[in-house]
T-cell receptor
Framework: SQTIHQWPATLVQPVGSPLSLECTVE??????LYWYRQAAGRGLQLLFY??????ISSEVPQNLSASRPQDRQFILSSKKLLLSDSGFYLC?????????????FGDGTRLSIL | RKEVEQDPGPFNVPEGATVAFNCTYS??????FFWYRQDCRKEPKLLMS???SGNEDGRFTAQLNRASQYISLLIRDSKLSDSATYLC?????????????FGKGTKLSVIP
């Protein structure tokens, strides 16, 4: 069966510090991978998605970036965090192909910027 | 921007009650539909897919009306463990592929 791992679970960072969140998927190959952010009391916002190694699409302009160095690894980064980057970050995967399948989420990273 | 709208909630119901959630979506080209459940401070988890013919999974029944662009979720015989936020999710075409658009969710509290 497929599993998705995301870490760390909780992170407290000062403004202006860098960020690296990692996500890996097991039990499948060539998945579509996603990064979402959920701010307090708000819906999920898609940040990035990837349909293959090195292929990244950005949904919203921001100071975050994403990379996919391996088939089942997806990384979310920032060079300098802002207060507004606080939130609940979720990685998700779904089977590659037509794109009508549901997505499955990792446990999430709760990021607090001080 | 295409939207997915849900009942604002919160819904506070006694154990054993039947509760219905409604959802509308604006993109008629949407291809697939889902209900997710999200517990407080946890990740969303797939509850069920929604099909045009309607589908049932135990106490849960989902309905889709493509003509009206309307989705519903019915929970019968509510349990305390059903307390969560229920997200209506639509798979719609965006930028040459399909992406999920999430409603903001409806919070359900089942009371003893």
């Amino acid at each position: 069966s497929q599993t998705i791992h995301q870490w760390p679970a909780t992170l407290v960072q000062p403004v202006g510090s860098p960020l690296s969140l990692e996500c890996t998927v097991e039990g499948t190959s060539n998945p579509n991978l996603y990064w979402y952010r959920q701010a307090a009391g708000r819906g999920l916002q898609l940040l990035f998605y990837s349909v293959g190694i090195g292929q990244i699409s950005s949904e919203v302009p921001q100071n975050l970036s994403a990379s996919r160095p391996q088939d089942r690894q997806f990384i979310l980064s920032s060079k300098k965090l802002l207060l507004s980057d606080s939130g609940f970050y979720l990685c998700a995967w779904r089977k590659g192909g037509g794109g009508t399948q549901p997505q499955h989420f990792g446990d999430g990273t709760r990021l607090s910027i001080l | 921007r295409k939207e997915v709208e849900q009942d604002p909630g919160p819904f506070n119901v006694p154990e054993g009650a039947t509760v219905a959630f409604n959802c509308t979506y604006s993109n008629s080209a949407s291809q697939s539909f889902f209900w997710y459940r999200q517990d407080c401070r946890k990740e969303p988890k797939l509850l069920m897919s929604v099909y045009s013919s309607g589908n049932e999974d135990g106490r849960f029944t989902a309905q889709l009306n493509r003509a009206s662009q309307y989705i519903s979720l019915l929970i019968r015989d509510s349990k305390l463990s059903d307390s969560a936020t229920y997200l209506c999710v639509v798979n719609e075409p965006r930028a040459g592929s399909y992406q999920l658009t999430f409603g903001k969710g409806t919070k359900l509290s089942v009371i003893p």
